[in-house]
């Protein structure tokens, strides 16, 4: 998560601008989770990935199980952000680029036309009616979420809206996929994983910003959610570099060069007027060519991104957060669910107003992951024996 404030921490205003679009992204997974699936997992579908104890690859113990599963998940975690981070040293910008955009197509497409399949199979459609409306529904919700994350056409609502619900979906996509006790572990394990890709001076998030000048601030879309919308940002902090701003200061340039030719094929004689106008204008076509290419070396960059004052969250905490609620709704109790619920809105107020500190990027996930698991067992084991 991105922080840099002059005050040390976020004030409430800038942190409820998180904390309410986290509380939606829950409940709108736990919505899904227990709407649609019943708040159960599909061994049949990932059993070959995973130790289960109902399928042949297990170790006999769903204990055991889940601690496997859970280390090999965030290995699988950590392999992915190193290859990432040494594509990017390495100056692969475009590979970079794709893999990122690829992963939210699969998101936009795959996982929600696996969704909008189970729903309608949950209305006892036939199998073809329900693969056609996945089909349709999915094309319909991709192709808005083209528009939304590749182009800067769309409102800045509709990219928050699009991040809470792929983040929901990709949340109960997890759930589904793991066994058993599974889930705990890789919550527990991803705690001490954040610390050290973000906080360390070896962490791939950490070392990662060290290129991220090289990239458009548009690349965040991919992978954070922010409480500000990126042009009004831009036009608030310096009018002359937003659209309109660029647009007069090129007219500018062409009204003073034209006055300029203007005034100097006055002064030639009549022969050499339309070559010193042809001069001229060559001259103009240079300069303006060259502002062009100076703005557009200017625009804001990624690493500019991370070191303004805008709030943003990863998307990654997004889902995290959704695994825990989900997996704590799977207990059965609504008091022992509503605590990890809680317990993860007091520790992201408490990342977002107390931990933060200037010039810092802190981890979102260690505080909120942490007391909303504790809150849960607490409430489930304590409050309800």
Same mark, same amino acid.
């Given at each position: 998560m991105d922080t840099t404030t002059e005050c040390g921490g976020y004030t409430w205003r800038q942190a409820w601008k998180l904390l309410c679009p986290v509380m939606v992204n829950?409940?709108?997974?736990?919505?899904?989770?227990?709407?649609?699936?019943?708040?159960?997992?599909?061994?049949?579908?990932f059993g070959s990935f995973l130790l289960d104890s109902g399928s042949e690859y297990t170790t006999g113990s769903d204990l055991y199980d889940g601690m496997l599963?859970?280390?090999?998940?965030?290995i699988i975690i950590g392999i992915v952000?190193?290859?990432?981070?040494?594509?990017?040293?390495?100056?692969?910008?475009?590979?970079?680029?794709?893999?990122?955009?690829?992963?939210c197509l699969a998101v936009l497409f795959g996982v929600s036309g696996m969704f909008f399949y189970d729903v309608f199979r949950l209305l006892d459609l036939p199998y073809l009616y329900a693969e056609v409306g996945a089909v349709v529904d999915a094309i319909c919700y991709g192709t808005m979420g083209y528009e939304v994350?590749?182009?800067?056409?769309?409102?800045?609502?509709?990219?928050?809206?699009?991040?809470? &619900?792929?983040?929901? !979906?990709?949340?109960?996509?997890?759930?589904?996929? =793991?066994? @058993?006790? #599974? &889930?705990?572990?890789? !919550?527990?394990?991803?705690?001490?994983?954040?610390? =050290?890709? @973000?906080? #360390?001076?070896?962490?791939? !998030?950490?070392?990662?910003?060290?290129?991220?000048a090289d990239y458009s601030q548009d690349i965040l879309k991919f992978l954070m959610f922010s409480a500000d919308s990126d042009t009004s940002y831009v036009e608030k902090q310096d009018p002359d570099v937003s659209q309109n701003g660029q647009g007069k200061i090129m007219e500018q340039i062409r009204a003073s060069i034209e006055a300029s030719k203007d005034e100097k094929t006055n002064l030639v004689a009549e022969d050499e007027k339309e070559k010193w106008s042809e001069e001229v204008t060559g001259l103009s076509d240079e300069v303006t060519g060259q502002f062009q290419e100076d703005l557009i070396e200017d625009s804001p960059t990624a690493f500019d991104a991370f070191n303004d004052d805008r709030v943003r969250l990863g998307m990654g905490d997004f889902v995290f957060y959704g695994v825990l609620v989900g997996k704590a709704a799977c207990s059965g109790s609504i008091l022992a669910t509503m605590a990890a619920y809680v317990g993860v809105c007091v520790g992201l107020l408490l990342t977002l107003m107390v931990v933060f500190k200037?010039?810092?990027?802190?981890?979102?996930?260690?505080?909120?992951?942490?007391?909303?698991?504790?809150?849960?067992?607490?409430?489930?084991?304590?409050v309800n024996m």
């Amino acid at each position: 998560m991105d922080t840099t404030t002059e005050c040390g921490g976020y004030t409430w205003r800038q942190a409820w601008k998180l904390l309410c679009p986290v509380m939606v992204n829950m409940l709108l997974t736990l919505a899904i989770w227990i709407g649609v699936y019943g708040g159960k997992n599909d061994g049949t579908a990932f059993g070959s990935f995973l130790l289960d104890s109902g399928s042949e690859y297990t170790t006999g113990s769903d204990l055991y199980d889940g601690m496997l599963n859970g280390v090999g998940s965030v290995i699988i975690i950590g392999i992915v952000s190193f290859l990432i981070l040494a594509l990017a040293m390495f100056n692969m910008k475009r590979i970079v680029e794709l893999w990122i955009s690829g992963s939210c197509l699969a998101v936009l497409f795959g996982v929600s036309g696996m969704f909008f399949y189970d729903v309608f199979r949950l209305l006892d459609l036939p199998y073809l009616y329900a693969e056609v409306g996945a089909v349709v529904d999915a094309i319909c919700y991709g192709t808005m979420g083209y528009e939304v994350f590749f182009k800067r056409s769309a409102p800045h609502f509709f990219h928050q809206c699009y991040v809470i &619900a792929n983040c929901s !979906l990709v949340s109960v996509f997890y759930l589904r996929m =793991f066994p @058993v006790h #599974t &889930a705990w572990f890789v !919550l527990l394990f991803i705690i001490g994983w954040d610390w =050290f890709a @973000v906080l #360390t001076p070896y962490g791939p !998030l950490h070392m990662v910003q060290e290129k991220a000048a090289d990239y458009s601030q548009d690349i965040l879309k991919f992978l954070m959610f922010s409480a500000d919308s990126d042009t009004s940002y831009v036009e608030k902090q310096d009018p002359d570099v937003s659209q309109n701003g660029q647009g007069k200061i090129m007219e500018q340039i062409r009204a003073s060069i034209e006055a300029s030719k203007d005034e100097k094929t006055n002064l030639v004689a009549e022969d050499e007027k339309e070559k010193w106008s042809e001069e001229v204008t060559g001259l103009s076509d240079e300069v303006t060519g060259q502002f062009q290419e100076d703005l557009i070396e200017d625009s804001p960059t990624a690493f500019d991104a991370f070191n303004d004052d805008r709030v943003r969250l990863g998307m990654g905490d997004f889902v995290f957060y959704g695994v825990l609620v989900g997996k704590a709704a799977c207990s059965g109790s609504i008091l022992a669910t509503m605590a990890a619920y809680v317990g993860v809105c007091v520790g992201l107020l408490l990342t977002l107003m107390v931990v933060f500190k200037r010039d810092d990027t802190v981890p979102a996930l260690p505080n909120s992951i942490a007391l909303g698991m504790l809150f849960h067992f607490v409430v489930l084991y304590g409050v309800n024996m």
